[in-house]
């Protein structure tokens, strides 16, 4: 029994690490002029933050193109100086951007894995709406939040409302029309840059 109890809060304690509380309160002006709009076809990525050890989903976030590009980043940490963020919404999301996201998670222990399923324009412009009417997502609730978002969606209505990123991870796997990406790095910490 003192095994499982230690067990579970490292468990606990590695989700808390992964899924940490920040919101951000950028103004409307700053939030325009950043948009970004990507060519590419619609579509809306799950992004999972998974420990290299227990391969336990740590965090999850969604990259959503749509007439803009934004991360939804439920209870995340990421910052960066150039990109405003309202609540956990982060703008103006080029494909540099969203490279130098996964790479900011992918460190020595923990690596990335982005799962692309095309949607239609409207759809990735309805989640957009949906993540911004969330407001701020408290810590260790960031899968909830997600899932939540996806749940109105019919390639995602199964989808579980669930606290645990490899959860929504799986379920979106099963699909055969995602596209998988794994991103490894070694680096020691997560990756701070700030141009």
Do not use: W
């Amino acid at each position: 029994m003192r095994a499982l109890t230690s067990t579970i809060l490292l468990g606990l304690s590695l989700f808390i690490t992964g899924c940490a509380s920040n919101s951000g309160t950028a103004p409307a002006e700053a939030i325009s002029a950043a948009q970004f709009s990507n060519s590419a076809p619609a579509s809306v990525s799950l992004i999972t933050m998974i420990n290299a050890n227990s391969e336990f989903g740590e965090h999850s976030a969604l990259l959503i193109n749509g007439s803009q590009q934004i991360i939804y980043d439920p209870a995340g940490s990421f910052r960066h100086t150039q990109l405003p963020r309202r609540d956990d919404v982060v703008y103006g999301i080029t494909p540099l951007f969203a490279s130098y996201y996964n790479s900011y998670h992918a460190r020595f222990g923990y690596y990335v894995k982005v799962q692309t399923l095309e949607i239609s324009r409207e759809q990735a412009d309805a989640m957009i709406a949906a993540s911004q009417a969330r407001g701020h997502v408290g810590k260790l609730f960031c899968a909830a939040a997600i899932s939540d978002v996806l749940n109105d969606f019919p390639q995602f209505s199964d989808i579980p409302v669930t606290l645990f990123p490899g959860a929504i991870m799986k379920r979106v796997a099963q699909n055969d029309a995602v596209d998988t990406l794994i991103i490894r790095e070694d680096d020691i910490g997560q990756n701070y840059r700030t141009n």
